[in-house]
């Protein structure tokens, strides 16, 4: 059975009591908190993202799930490297912000059904604690998965796929932005236009603890919704 | 720290880190043997058929570092290390300091064609044998003193290089100090086992050929066991010799040292908690005499006549250095206990013990944090999420055992097209 937002949520509250939670809809939210894998601590977010469809609308989360990001200190390359070069991440359209990829998607060793407090975490601990190791000494002793010539290839194609439609997407998500005035995701562009949270700007994302609030009150007031196929 | 089985786990990254940095600095076994046999040796060949001190020597014990298993690898490598040792001879109660010294580096010496003729080198307290391997054997002539505590002795001084110097004899007892040393700082089994182990297991990765005919080193000789008193004094000598090597003058002698860390004696800690409290010891120790505009006075416990300060500091401006050096160990000691990623504490551990023991340990760490990661062993603290450094004894409701995984991700490390950092 899967453990939606807000069980997600319950679980990481127990076990990681310094997590904050930044939103929540039913089928997403977004976390921050402070670990320590070693010695140095770390600010890290968590983005989940689940499949949901109702009558009116669907989501299907394209990206890895969870995203996380290490936001203070930031991952940094070794010298000589560029942050595309730390080992087992994910690049995106903010170099600064390099995705930690802490387990294989292919695989399945997480799935909507497991808990991020009991994974997730500990594995971008144990993540963040071979990059401490990688970056002082330019080994990596951690594993993972080991790329062949064919992987490698198809990477590369993607990274530039990828690069291309970033750039359309900006450059669209910009020109909608400007005539509806939000720059919100779809799937809360669909939320904001039911009723079930108040339209949402960039602002909402920042550290603005009063936009924050505000939309953590909101959600929580959101009224029950069982699309079929998928329950909370 | 201690497990509930009262075993010593190093489980916390700096106590790990300090105690692999002590393993790298010390006497690898194999020269501690030869040491050790070589001073034995050096016993006979003064005593021999034809000797100018034939029949004289009376006793041959170890003195310094050597008698409390303190002795490090010197002068930044791990090639060059100093062996003391004190000759008891039969000498008359009041033979001149010259004579005494050169009775000994003639006894060492020998005649044109001995093995030692060309190694020997007169000092003014002692003679020393510079082996070809690096090894420098110092000796200190000593006359027992009747009636007074077990080998207290007369010792000697006389510069060679002044004939017309007539020198001076002063009290001493260093095996008596030792003793002391031993008394006030042994105790804590658990961790002298646990670092036993550890460097036992530090000299097999490191594959050292023992020479074939090494004969088993009596218990009380053990190299590897030592208490954290001893494991703290190695690093803070380890430091003060990084410290003075480009200064001209005199450091801090050795015997200071281990007297101010006896005082602190037998802590009920981790290793590194113990460092911090012997840094911070030393510190306030000479601060509390210096800030009175006096030098600090350190007598031998055993023997109120010897003076361990006699020589060093000779001025003010000497103990100011050391101050000095002493506040800036403490700050990296803190920094290194404190918030810090590895790369940082391996700058740290650089500065204060050089820049290979750093380099390795770090190097070491991140293997065995490896290891533990890659084969899905690792647990961790719930609130935290840290990562395990050693298995835990019990496994409580805070422990975090996650499933396995691979990391994925990304490209190796080079993969595509290379851009410079800012």
Request: hydrophobic share 35%.
């Amino acid at each position: 059975m899967w453990l939606w937002p807000k069980i997600q949520d319950e679980l990481i509250r127990d076990v990681f009591p310094n997590f904050e939670l930044v939103f929540r809809t039913k089928w997403a939210a977004k976390w921050e908190g402070v670990i320590v894998p070693i010695s140095q601590s770390y600010r890290i977010s968590i983005m989940l993202n689940m499949p949901w469809e109702d009558e009116s609308f669907h989501v299907r989360p394209k990206w890895p799930n969870p995203r996380i990001w290490v936001t203070e200190p930031l991952v940094k390359p070794r010298k000589g490297f560029a942050v595309k070069d730390i080992p087992h991440t994910y690049p995106t359209s903010d170099p600064r912000y390099p995705l930690p990829c802490v387990f294989d998607p292919r695989s399945k060793q997480w799935d909507y059904d497991k808990p991020i407090a009991k994974d997730i975490i500990p594995w971008v601990s144990q993540w963040l604690a071979a990059y401490e190791g990688w970056f002082a000494t330019g080994e990596w002793t951690a594993g993972g998965h080991e790329w062949n010539q064919e992987e490698l290839n198809r990477l590369k194609a993607r990274h530039q796929r990828h690069d291309q439609r970033a750039q359309a997407s900006k450059h669209l998500s910009y020109k909608v932005g400007q005539k509806i005035g939000t720059f919100a995701s779809y799937p809360l562009l669909v939320a904001a236009s039911e009723g079930s949270i108040r339209p949402m700007s960039w602002q909402d994302w920042n550290k603005n603890s009063e936009a924050k609030d505000a939309l953590r009150t909101t959600l929580t007031l959101l009224p029950e919704r069982r699309p079929g196929g998928l329950s909370p | 720290m201690l497990a509930p089985d009262h075993r010593y786990q190093f489980d916390e990254v700096n106590d790990i880190l300090i105690a692999d940095v002590a393993l790298r600095i010390q006497l690898p076994r194999g020269q501690y043997q030869t040491a050790v046999k070589r001073y034995h040796s050096i016993a006979e060949h003064i005593d021999r058929q034809g000797s100018p001190l034939q029949g004289r020597v009376q006793l041959a014990y170890p003195q310094g570092s050597m008698a409390i298993n303190a002795t490090i690898a010197a002068r930044g490598g791990t090639d060059e290390y100093d062996i003391d040792g004190v000759v008891q001879l039969l000498l008359g109660p009041n033979v001149p300091p010259a004579v005494a010294l050169d009775a000994l580096y003639e006894a060492v010496r020998g005649d044109k064609g001995s093995m030692y003729y060309d190694l020997a080198e007169r000092q003014t307290r002692c003679v020393t044998v510079n082996y070809a391997d690096k090894m420098h054997l110092d000796l200190v002539p000593a006359v027992r003193l009747l009636g007074r505590p077990e080998r207290e002795s007369t010792l000697f001084h006389q510069q060679p290089e002044d004939r017309k110097d007539p020198g001076y004899s002063y009290v001493g007892n260093s095996w008596g100090f030792a003793e002391h040393f031993k008394d006030a700082t042994s105790g804590d089994l658990a961790f002298a086992e646990a670092f036993a182990g550890r460097s036992r297991s530090f000299d097999e990765a490191r594959l050292i050929l023992e020479s074939a005919d090494t004969d088993e080193v009596p218990d009380q000789e053990q190299p590897h066991e030592k208490s954290k008193a001893v494991v703290c004094l190695q690093l803070l000598k380890r430091y003060r010799d990084r410290r003075y090597a480009d200064r001209s003058g005199r450091a801090i002698p050795s015997v200071v040292l281990a007297k101010l860390i006896a005082d602190v004696g037998q802590v009920d800690c981790s290793l590194i908690e113990a460092l911090v409290l012997c840094g911070r010891y030393c510190e306030e120790q000479m601060s509390f005499a210096h800030n009175r505009g006096k030098l600090i006075s350190i007598l031998n416990p055993a023997c109120a006549d010897d003076i361990f300060t006699d020589r060093w500091p000779s001025n003010l401006e000497d103990q100011k250095t050391f101050i000095g050096d002493l506040v800036h160990f403490n700050r990296q000691l803190k920094r290194l206990h404190g918030e810090s990623s590895l790369l940082a504490k391996q700058e740290i551990l650089s500065d204060l013990f050089g820049e290979q023991p750093a380099v390795e340990a770090i190097r070491e760490f991140n293997r065995s944090l490896g290891v533990e990661i890659k084969s899905d062993r690792a647990t961790h603290d719930s609130g935290t999420a840290k990562v395990h450094l050693a298995a835990p004894a019990i496994v409580t409701r805070e422990t975090i055992r996650p499933a396995k995984k691979t990391f994925y991700g990304g490209p190796p490390c080079g993969f595509g097209p290379k851009s410079k950092t800012s």
